[in-house]
């Protein structure tokens, strides 16, 4: 068995530079190779990590020395780019959305399938310690069982955010464009918080209703979408994504998750969990707030990216399984179907309609 899954990017933009870090730094894999659109991000990350520079993404999957490729490129090309690679019988880490909608995302799962390689997603909070605590707590039965789920995602982020991400690195508008991005806040942000929910709990969205709207950025897409997830068994998820308010989540700091149970809540902000049961369990006190130490085991991206190479290399499914992208972008579907047709949306109706985010003006 190989000890080092070799990979080749498809994307050399703002995150495939974090990403390229978190390979260097993960045992089992390493940095063959590198694409992008723009020949300079390509050539630049490729000399940092001693990869080389390719063309185009048809001649990085035709090498030999590639075995599996990551892909972060603009949204509207996730699904193309990952029947690119299963055709070329690689394995794919794919990053999240898995495509503009979940019928892209149902297409991205049957290319892998077909082929018989590996799709998986970095969704990237199951690598930390204090979403594992909250699974445990939840599958230990401490919180009892669930009411509702609650996830707060307040950032204010700059006005250049739209043209350049965070650093500028790659300039261009497709995060503010509909059907190149496929959505706002719901399908950029939200994604990661709705996988988590879903991860920790064990719940399956059923229905949802959303509003949302694009209330401060010059863009097609939402900048604000506040969502009600019905869970099967009956469970509440409330998810509030803004991109503009100014100060952030100011005193809840970077925002906030809460699990409310029948027996107990834990509540998520800024890393540091918080746990209130009913009945002593496990070093948790009855009946008060107390603060959980965390493990900091390592920065989640360079884990799961260590996780994912060891699960291929093992010839094992991927600790993200390949369904867990479709399984989010159900619930952002049904979320956007709903805003446009005025009522919930079960999350089995969104493969009748491919309904893109429309644009919502204030005022
Ligand atoms: N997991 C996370 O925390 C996280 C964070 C940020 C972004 N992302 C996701 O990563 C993806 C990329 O986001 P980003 O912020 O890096 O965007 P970006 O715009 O900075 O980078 C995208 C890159 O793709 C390149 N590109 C465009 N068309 C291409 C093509 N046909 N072939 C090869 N390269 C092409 C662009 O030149 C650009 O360099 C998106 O799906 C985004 O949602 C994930």
Redesign the pocket.
């Known amino acids: 068995m190989a000890e080092v899954l070799r990979f080749g990017f498809?994307?050399?933009?703002?995150?495939?530079l974090r990403t390229a870090e978190a390979v260097s730094q993960a045992p089992r894999a390493r940095l063959v190779a590198v694409?992008?659109?723009?020949p300079r991000?390509a050539q630049g990350l490729a000399e940092a990590h001693g990869a080389e520079a390719v063309d185009?993404?048809d001649d990085l999957v035709a090498r030999a020395d590639v075995d599996a490729v990551y892909i972060?490129?603009?949204?509207f090309?996730?699904s193309v780019?990952v029947q690119t690679a299963a055709r070329a019988g690689k394995h794919i880490l794919l990053?999240?959305?898995t495509g503009t909608s979940a019928a892209e995302s149902e297409r991205c799962l049957r290319a892998a399938r077909d082929a018989g390689v590996t799709l998986s997603v970095?969704f990237?909070y199951r690598y930390t310690e204090a979403w594992r605590r909250v699974r445990e707590l939840a599958a230990d039965a401490v919180l009892g069982d669930m009411q509702c789920l609650r996830s707060v995602l307040w950032a204010d982020k700059p006005a250049t955010y739209w043209q350049?991400?965070y650093t500028g690195?790659?300039q261009?508008d497709?995060?503010g464009r509909a059907l190149q991005a496929g959505g706002g806040v719901l399908i950029?942000n939200a994604v990661?918080d709705i996988d988590a929910m879903r991860w920790s709990t064990g719940l399956e969205a059923e229905r949802v209703y959303a509003e949302h709207g694009t209330f401060a950025a010059p863009v097609e897409v939402e900048d604000l979408a506040a969502v009600t997830i019905r869970y099967h068994g009956g469970a509440i998820g409330v998810i509030e994504v803004a991109a503009h308010a100014p100060g952030g989540a100011g005193p809840l700091g970077s925002g906030g998750h809460r699990w409310i149970g029948t027996q107990g809540q834990a509540a998520l902000a800024d890393g540091h969990l918080w746990v209130y049961a009913a009945q002593a369990v496990a070093g948790i006190p009855a009946g008060r707030w107390t603060e959980l130490e965390l493990d900091r085991p390592g920065d989640p991206r360079t884990l799961c990216v260590d996780d994912f190479a060891r699960a291929v290399l093992a010839g094992e499914r991927p600790p993200i399984p390949e369904d867990a992208g479709l399984e989010a972008m159900k619930v952002i579907s049904a979320a956007y179907q709903s805003q446009r047709f005025g009522r919930p949306v079960r999350t089995d109706e969104v493969f009748q309609r491919v309904v893109m985010a429309p644009r919502t003006t204030i005022g």
């Open positions: 498809i994307g050399a933009g703002e995150i495939a694409t992008d659109a723009d991000l185009t993404a972060a490129v603009p949204h090309l996730h780019m990053e999240k959305p970095p990237i350049g991400g690195r790659s261009s497709w995060r950029m990661h």
